[in-house]
């Protein structure tokens, strides 16, 4: 037992001090309690006081939140970049092979997106934001090259959409009333 807590003081010595402040400061529930009290002890040893313990924290948060930030908007960007491609990838065909079916697949694709959005909106904002962000881009863009080719489809298409998006609104208050 004595050299187990001779070695772990050893490997305290041994290590840089934004490690050791690091473990005191944020790693605190993934050690023991003499583990953490040896790694204070060389830390005090090396001239740290308990302000400078409690600075390390809060600037190595701040760090940390900026990280988290930047790697949420590159998510977002992602997620953006790739729906739109997505969806005017999907959507661009699916406008010209539903001609015969008077635009019901395209209502029926822009009213899944409108379903995928509801879903997301629940478990992440962000990406729901970015999703209907992307979505709305491919499928608009698509939508105003078919109304302005053809005024009565594209007109058709956003008729079924906006009958779809009731039938989908008016489903979901009355599934809400029901839960309550």
């Known amino acids: 037992m004595k050299t187990d807590f001779q070695d772990l003081k050893r490997r305290m010595a041994t290590l840089p001090a934004d490690e050791l402040l690091d473990l005191v400061a944020f790693d605190v529930s993934d050690y023991k309690v003499e583990a953490l009290d040896l790694a204070r002890d060389e830390l005090y040893k090396r001239g740290y006081s308990d302000s400078d313990l409690e600075n390390w924290r809060v600037s190595a948060a701040a760090l ?3 990280a988290d930030l930047g790697h949420t908007r590159v998510k977002f960007a992602l997620s953006l970049i790739l729906t739109t ?14 001609i015969i079916a008077y635009g019901i697949p395209c209502a029926v694709f822009i009213a899944a997106g409108y379903l995928i959005w509801l879903a997301l909106r629940r478990t992440d904002p962000q990406q729901a934001r970015a999703f209907a962000i992307g ?7 698509t939508v105003l090259v078919m109304t302005v080719a053809v005024p009565w489809y594209g007109g058709l298409i956003i008729a079924e959409c906006v009958a779809l998006w009731i039938l989908i609104e ?10 309550a």
């Open 64 to 66: 940390r939140s900026n």
């Open 135 to 141: 979505f709305a881009c491919g499928v608009f863009f």
């Open 170 to 179: 008016v489903i979901r208050k009355a599934a809400e009333l029901f839960d």
């Open 85 to 98: 491609i997505v969806s005017f990838c999907l959507f661009a065909p699916l406008i010209y092979y539903s």
